[in-house]
Nanobody, 122 residues
């Protein structure tokens, strides 16, 4: 089993930055894909970004050029650096992980954190 815990959310003004962290514990070896999803009220959960064990990355169209995903395999950590934040980035952000190939939909991911709220004011 794997446990994930996000931190770093909060309230920020438009144009500001936040860095989210995801700490993985448990059977973390060979966790191939770690991803960030977000869900705003009344909307579907959507992929923000993912990063594979060997650092291949993917970004959703709405965050390209503004967000950067990274991971530290030695520390079992994943990060999401969010710059130039917009009010439409407001959502609960979730860290997710799986042993298999990375995916841009939520269903394939086996492990989820509890989520951290990000609120961007205009």
């Amino acid at each position: 089993q794997v446990q994930l815990a996000e931190s770093g959310g909060g309230l920020v003004q438009a144009g500001g930055s936040l860095r989210l962290s995801c700490a993985a514990s448990g059977r973390t070896s060979s966790l191939y894909a770690m991803a960030w999803f977000r869900q705003a009220p009344g909307k579907e959960r959507e992929v923000v970004a993912y990063i594979t064990w060997n650092a291949a990355t993917y970004y959703g169209d709405s965050v390209k050029g503004r967000f950067t995903v990274s991971r530290d395999n030695a520390k079992n950590m994943a990060y999401l650096q969010m710059n130039s934040l917009k009010p439409e980035d407001t959502a609960v952000y979730y860290c997710a992980a799986r042993y298999g190939a990375a995916a841009i939909t939520a269903n394939p991911y086996d492990y989820w954190g509890q989520g951290t709220q990000v609120t961007v004011s205009s």
